[in-house]
T-cell receptor, first 114, second 113 residues
Framework: DGGITQSPKYLFRKEGQNVTLSCEQNLNHDAMYWYRQDPGQGLRLIYYSQIVNDFQKGDIAEGYSVSREKKESFPLTVTSAQKNPTAFYLC?????????????FGNGTRLTVT | GEDVEQSLFLSVREGDSSVINCTYT??????LYWYKQEPGAGLQLLTY?????DMKQDQRLTVLLNKKDKHLSLRIADTQTGDSAIYFC?????????????FGQGTTLQVKP
């Protein structure tokens, strides 16, 4: 079955440590996105990539980094510079930038930093 | 700037209809989406509507779009306990070449037996 796999489902880190969240898709989608979700808030865009080896900052990119070396993979690194890293992180992909290609989401990674 | 607003909470009895409302500000919005999120899970696409449509029906779901008032609604007929979830409205614009979606805060639907 095609889909988006995020791993791990739960992640715990100590403050000051960098951590990388994995996102893999086998949908052959060109575009991939990382969103952050906090309780009672909508989704906020962190980074997105429309093509391999290219990515752009979203609305809240500070303290995060990404890479897009392969079409299938779009890992997100939460660095120690991110002031409030504890959140639910969602990866998504779509076949193109057109509105008639909806976003497909993974099941998310819940990151807790103490 | 672009903004999408939703009420935060809705409670209904099983078997009743649920209506979740959404307003948006971007007049160039082209596609409007409804997503469902169950606890601890990602977002599942329920349906979407193109801006040249007024209504779309899919089984128990009816989407109504009022372009003049920039108002979108999702009606769930015969609401079941399994419909309890957070529902997100989102929009994208044809003028955007990023495919970026703007999401509302989400409406928590509580279905009482």
């Amino acid at each position: 079955d095609g889909g988006i796999t995020q791993s791990p489902k739960y992640l715990f880190r100590k403050e000051g440590q960098n951590v990388t969240l994995s996102c893999e898709q086998n949908l052959n989608h060109d575009a991939m996105y990382w969103y952050r979700q906090d309780p009672g808030q909508g989704l906020r865009l962190i980074y997105y990539s429309q093509i391999v080896n290219d990515f752009q900052k979203g609305d809240i990119a500070e303290g995060y980094s990404v890479s897009r070396e392969k079409k299938e993979s779009f890992p997100l690194t939460v660095t120690s510079a991110q002031k409030n890293p504890t959140a639910f992180y969602l990866c998504a992909s779509r076949s193109g930038a057109g509105g008639n290609s909806p976003l497909h989401f993974g099941n998310g990674t819940r990151l807790t930093v103490t | 700037g672009e903004d999408v607003e939703q009420s935060l909470f809705l409670s209904v009895r099983e078997g009743d209809s649920s209506v979740i409302n959404c307003t948006y500000t971007d007049s160039s919005s082209t596609y409007l989406y409804w997503y469902k999120q169950e606890p601890g899970a990602g977002l599942q696409l329920l349906t979407y509507i193109f801006s040249n449509m007024d209504m779309k029906q899919d089984q128990r779901l009816t989407v109504l779009l009022n372009k003049k008032d920039k108002h979108l609604s999702l009606r769930i007929a015969d609401t079941q306990t399994g419909d309890s979830a957070i529902y997100f409205c989102a929009e994208t614009s044809s003028s955007s070449n990023t495919g970026k979606l703007i999401f509302g805060q989400g409406t928590t639907l509580q279905v009482k037996p």
